[in-house]
């Protein structure tokens, strides 16, 4: 069971990116969704979570730029980022609640993807 990332790369500033992460494994649900981000001398925060439901939450410096989804049957998350600036250069890690049958949730951390904005 794991998580992996992508869709990070270098922008300019104004630009947009799209991040992907699936689960893959035996999995037999997912919980909530989220990304996080770690910047260069900063701890990890977080950016936006999907509930299973849908309902999402956002950190207040992506609020009206970021939006995040999720297709429960390809068992994706997707962060869509919109008018990106400098300040949102970090490493985005995706994370999940995943469970297996028989299984309490567990939560789970991808690999990073590098976002890097700058001209």
């Known amino acids: 069971v794991q998580l992996q990332a992508s869709g990070g790369g270098l922008v300019q500033p104004g630009g947009s990116l799209r991040l992907s992460c699936i689960a893959s494994?035996?999995?037999?649900?997912?919980?909530?969704m989220g990304w996080y981000r770690q910047a260069p001398g900063k701890q990890r925060e977080l950016v936006a979570r999907?509930?299973?439901?849908?309902?999402?939450n956002y950190a207040e410096s992506v609020k009206g730029r970021f939006t995040i989804s999720r297709d429960n049957a390809k068992k994706m998350a997707y962060l869509q980022m919109d008018s990106l600036n400098p300040e949102d250069t970090a490493v985005y890690y995706c994370?999940?609640?995943?469970?297996?049958?028989?299984?309490?949730?567990?939560?789970?951390w991808g690999q990073g993807t590098l976002v890097t904005v700058s001209s």
């Open positions: 494994g035996r999995i037999f649900s997912i919980g909530d």
């Open positions: 994370n999940a609640d995943l469970r297996r049958i028989g299984l309490p949730y567990v939560n789970y």
């Open positions: 999907i509930a299973l439901g849908g309902s999402t």
